[in-house]
């Protein structure tokens, strides 16, 4: 789940929005589970939302959905928690990478007051709320090329001592074996000493 690995980013993301706004703001990720959220969601971070809910058509369809009324939603009247929710508007849209929709924002309206102002600004909020869907599919894409990176690095290195061992059991350690072995690795003497020590080889 990519998602965990920003975790604290996101809920203070969302924590901001919510303050901001003045609506709750929730996060699930691509197993609907909850992952961040703000209010009487909070406390339900690391919990399992209903399959059939409107985050999980979210998540099939990658497109945003708007929830106006829930009893008149086509999307609530699947849902198994329907008669348990307390949520009266909500404005969800996809978080995606490269086409693959990894998890679902959602800003939610818990009375009337927030439920109209969610719909006075609709088109506004839903531009905000992509906005910031994106803001989050870039900065883990950026993580995932990073560690896409890193582990190119490690790679090499392992490779690299690997090579290096081998050529000083071929050459021996003595001051001429560690001269042959610079020379078959074709480094310097230097540059050979400083990688046995970064590489801690005995």
């Known amino acids: 789940m990519r998602l965990t690995k ?22 699930v990720d691509s197993n609907l589970v909850r992952i961040a ?3 009487e969601f909070k406390q339900k971070i690391g919990t399992s939302i209903d399959r059939n809910s409107i985050y999980s058509h979210v998540l099939e369809t990658g497109e945003t959905y708007t ?3 829930k009893y008149d939603s086509e999307k609530c009247a699947q ?6 929710c307390k949520e009266i508007a909500d404005i969800c849209c996809p978080i995606q990478i490269n086409d693959t929709v990894i998890g679902v924002v959602g800003l939610v309206a818990f009375d009337e007051k927030q439920r109209d102002m969610m719909l ?3 088109s506004e909020l839903m531009l905000f709320i992509s906005n910031i869907a994106d803001l989050m599919s ?3 894409k950026a993580m995932d090329d990073i560690d896409h990176i890193n582990d190119k690095i490690s790679s090499f290195e392992e490779l690299e001592k690997k090579e290096i061992l081998k050529a000083i059991k071929k050459y021996g350690n003595t001051t001429d074996g560690m001269k042959k072995t610079a020379d078959a690795l074709n480094i310097g003497i230097a ?12």
């Open 6 to 27: 920003v975790n604290e980013d996101i809920q203070k993301t969302c924590e901001n929005i919510s303050k901001l706004l003045n609506v709750e703001v929730t996060l």
């Open 37 to 39: 959220g703000t209010g």
């Open 67 to 69: 929830m106006n009324e």
């Open 79 to 84: 849902c198994n928690q329907r008669h348990y």
């Open 120 to 122: 006075l600004k609709k």
């Open 138 to 140: 870039l900065k883990l």
């Open 191 to 202: 540059t050979l000493y400083r990688k046995i020590k970064k590489y801690d080889i005995k």
